[in-house]
């Protein structure tokens, strides 16, 4: 069975303490692994994509990186403004659909 | 927001009755998927379209139909509301998963409160 588990469920650093999320997964073949951002009231944001084991991607203060069983969120630095809850996601086996974990809730205070 | 726009935004409605949540784009993309969103479940699959009236069930189905008459809407209907069907309404477009960088776009969902 396709399974996002995302770690951990909350984590409050304060500015400019870095830190990682991390997204565990299992899926057959994995064909895409995908990071959101979601603020409240909003639909998620799409943030990365990431299609094979070393690949890494970044934007701004974050960075995803990619092994074969899990992927992580590394941000650097962080400002109040990225509080938000991270989702990670991966393509399912059918390539139809994406499934989920619960998010992660970043709260950054100055 | 990607040219997603869902409506109503909010709405209250009793056990029982029908309900219809609609899903407008402008982008022309193929595929239209519904997602819910509950405390401690995440983004659940509802349904998803891959083309004019071409439509297939995800892992939450039960209690809700779709329709897709036209590519840029996507309709979401609770034929009998229950209580279970209290969350956060989530349409999103593709222009399909399977090809590179070609991700889901969210529209900013509808809340549904059954009471």
């Known amino acids: 069975e396709d399974q996002v588990t995302q770690s951990p469920e909350a984590l409050r650093l304060q500015e400019g303490e870095s830190s990682s999320l991390n997204c565990s997964y299992t899926?057959?073949?994995?064909?895409?692994l995908f990071w959101y951002r979601q603020d409240p009231g909003k639909g998620p944001e799409f943030l990365f994509t990431?299609?094979?084991a070393g690949e890494e991607k970044e934007k701004e203060r974050l960075k995803a990186t990619l092994t074969k069983k899990e992927s992580f969120l590394h941000i650097t630095a962080p400002k109040p403004e990225d509080s938000a809850t991270y989702l990670c996601?991966?393509?399912?086996?059918?390539?139809?659909?994406?499934?989920f974990g619960k998010g992660t809730t970043l709260s950054v205070s100055s | 927001d990607a040219g997603i726009t869902q409506s109503p935004r909010h709405k209250v409605t009793e056990t029982g009755t029908p309900v219809t949540l609609r899903c407008h784009q402008t982008?022309?993309?193929?595929?239209m998927y519904w997602y819910r969103q509950d405390p401690g479940h995440g983004l659940r699959l509802i349904h998803y379209?891959?083309?004019?009236?071409?439509?297939d069930k995800g892992e939450v189905s039960d209690g809700y139909s779709v329709s897709r008459s036209k590519t840029e809407d996507f309709l979401l209907t609770l034929e009998s509301a229950t209580s279970s069907q209290t969350s956060v309404y989530f349409c999103?477009?593709?222009?399909?998963?399977?090809?590179?960088?070609?991700?889901?776009?969210f529209g900013n969902g509808t809340r549904l409160t059954v009471t």
């Open positions: 996601a991966v393509l399912n086996q059918a390539g139809t659909a994406l499934i």
């Open positions: 990431l299609y094979s």
């Open positions: 899926v057959s073949g994995l064909r895409g």
């Open positions: 999103a477009i593709s222009r399909g998963l399977s090809s590179y960088n070609s991700p889901l776009h």
């Open positions: 379209s891959y083309g004019v009236k071409d439509t």
């Open positions: 982008e022309n993309h193929r595929y």
